[in-house]
């Protein structure tokens, strides 16, 4: 088993084990097939991987966010700074979310409420959480405009999101999420709508923003090259599944799932220059509703013998700070 | 904004136009001669003579509509067959009453629909949500008089919580108008609820699946903030449609609810003058009541700019 | 007036030729149930004078007599057979009910059509439709009604001209976005006639959301002859329809309740049958409407 990082107090969120099924109408997906990772304070974990393996589910599992019908986290723990989330009541949580754990959605043109001013949905982050009077609340949201950098916040206070750009009205998230200076950022592809000039932007405000605020932040993305600038750690999921974990270092040097390196060889290498051709990784991610046996990366792995069909690997550590899920690592590894 | 304002207000003009046209048309091409209908049954051939000739009815029907439209836009809705008096005035008079039944009924349903719709929407497939469908599929099929004498056997006969009918202008005191007022805006209301209840389910359940409605929960709002601070002023625009396209049935129901509870409205009139057969009275009701109708769809078109800033016409 | 909105979106007609009734049972318990109790009233209300006593039979010594086994809802305020009457009374409201359906369904139908294939005449027709829509339903037939020496064929026609404007919109929707179908883009190139192209392509899209609507309309019909009787501008005094018996019985309700809540529950149920039949039938062709309610 992969050895669990006795950092004691620094740790400040601590997931283990952690389950999340949904219900369609064709029977249940275990979307998170226990999934176990640590955040350490002010740290910058990135968690990673193709879309539908489960790092949305991951943020919206750990917020308490899922939709309430269709998803249910079913088990393992989400301690933050030693506190079990799933065992908390609904309004216990409440007091959590926006407070000490804030999230920044994919989609910043449909996760600002149309109806409402940016100054008031700013605001009304503070004034949850705080006994700031209106005005107060107001001061504050206008400061935190000027924070992310929007010219003139004293006018766009009174904005409407629809009257901003996509990469101004994700500044207001952010913002909006930092109101009250929260110790863990979630930001869930947080780039990925926008325009290519302005995701550079974007990326350096929330990493600028969190060393000011001593904010720790979960970054998922698809990006391995976003990973490699802004992280000390990160996560590579498969298939609702941790495939391997390390520091951002140690992981570029000795990626050590086959599925890692897959992904290293697809992305493209600014130091290179254009390149002609990205390799893929070949087939397609499984589908979750029919149960996998064995590795779930098998049948796109060009190491996979008999046992990786057979029986499922999980995380064991093959280095300092270093785990990987896979029979073969240490051929793997070398290759 | 403007030109969108100018445009809405000529198309109103217009419904308005086309509504006159029609009640207009109705007198003209109905059976007999329409002097005799405005004169009334037993009335002398000088009378019926007089009022062919005020009505121009040997002009040409373009004509005669002029005319006609003329002394409707000046406040002359002609003269009751059976008291004599002036039709405006008839009705003027009996306002009080039924303006206190509407508005009453107005403000009971569009708060308690939009409770029972958000609190479905909320609940969707639970045990609430399906009580509260089976409520207004009811409430919407029991006809106004038949909920209206259930209540009144229910609340007056057998129990003597409420008076069994008529009417209290405000003057006698604010607590017996409102009690008399109580059952009767209930009867009128129960259909209004039913249909603002089911649009706003359906609207708000399009809005909670909404990126927005995440982020607010992701701040740690509340639900009742999440449900009305966030979601409601989304789902608006539908819901006030509906309110102010309800406002005929609302009409249509008023004459019913007044019948039922004796209450001496300006649906009374109506009933009276069926009886009566004045004619008149019930044109004077018909343009009124029509007028106001597309008056006030006009004013819901124009107020959706205050829930919904996107809208800009 | 309709407050329940049909599906405007065309739905191929192959879906009536699949239904089989024990499936319909399972799968739309609610199309099932609410159309056998509306055929159930139909036959009731036919075979009344094979089961039901006089209706019209006034016998002073019985007045607003309590329910015995003879008379099973009592007696009126002339000694008249409630329950004979409120079973006579189920052919007046059903008849006027499905003929003004009827009516309505083939007038709207036609505008419809027109309307969504002749663009200069739509904009006529659908200024016509906005102002007869806005006049209140009831107060529309009351002016038809008092206009007239009253009748059955009278009251029908006032019932009807309100319940046009909804249909004919319903049917132009669904021919608009039909015509822009590449089927039907298709046969008009390939030089098919206009009226072949009506009746082989369009016709058969709007009848079901047609059907739906119809039922919204049968039950509002039937709320407004009901409405009509009992404001005194309905069917003659004398006949036994449902809101007439309310309208004539109302001052005893203190004393006989039921002479006002048989005919009053009657009307009730039907009302509430015939609309979740066009629920029904709506979730049936529209499935997704379920969903959204």
Redesign the interface.
Known sequence: MQSRNAGGDDVLLDVLDLETHFYGEDGVVPALGGISFQIRSGETLGVVGESGCGKSVTALSILRLLPKLSAKTVGGEIRFRGRDLLKLSEPEMRLIRGDRIAMIFQEPMTSLNPVHTVGDQIAEAVQIHTKASRSEAMARAQEMLRLVRIADPERRVNNYPYEMSGGMRQRVMIAMALACTPELLIADEPTTALDVTIQAQILRLILELKQRMGTAVMLITHDLGVVAETCQRAVVMYAGRIVEQATVRDLFARPTHPYTQGLMRSAPDPRRGRQRRLPEIPGIVPSLREPIAGCSFAPRCPYAISICHEKTPSLRDVGPDHAAACWRSEEVVGA | MVAYIIRRFVSAITVMVMVGVFIFLLLRLSPGDPAAVIAGDSAPPELIAGIRQQLGLGDPLPIQFVLWAKSILSGNFGTSIFTGRPVLQLVLQRLEPTISLSVLTIIFSSATGIAFGTLAAWRAGALVDRALSAFAALAFSVPVFVVGYLLIYCFAISKHWLPVQGYEPVEHGLATWFAHLILPTVTLGLGYIALIARITRASMLEVLAEDYMRTAAAKGASSFSMLFHHALKNAGVPILTVIGLGFAYLISGVVITETVFNIPGVGRLTVDAINNRDYPVIQGVLILASGLYVMINLVVDLSYTLIDPRIRY | ?T??SAPTEAVPISVLRTIKLPRLAKRHPLVFASGGFVLLLILLALAAPLYAGDPLNVDPFKRLQPPTSEFWFGCDNLGRDVFARTVFGAQISLMVGLISTATAALAGLLIGIISGYNRRLDNIIM??M???????????A???????RGGVGILIVAITIPQIPSVARLVRSVVLSVRERPYVEAALCGGARLPKVLWRHILPSTIPPLMVQSANVC?SAI?VE??LS????GVSPEIPSWGNM?SSS?IY??TA?LT??AP??C??LT??AV??LG?GLRDLFDPRSKR??
Not at chain 3, 142 to 148: C, F, N, P, R, Y
Not at chain 3, 230 to 233: K, N, R, S
Request: no cysteine; hydrophobic share 65%; glycine share 10%.
């Open positions: 007036m407050l329940v200024r016509i906005d102002g007869l829509m806005s006049i209140p339903t009831i107060l529309l009351i002016a038809l009604v008092s206009l007239t039950a709320l009901a409405g009992f404001l005194g501008a309310i109302r309700l203190a309740p006002v809540f009053g529950i009307l009730a009302i509430l609309n979740l629920d959204r309610g």
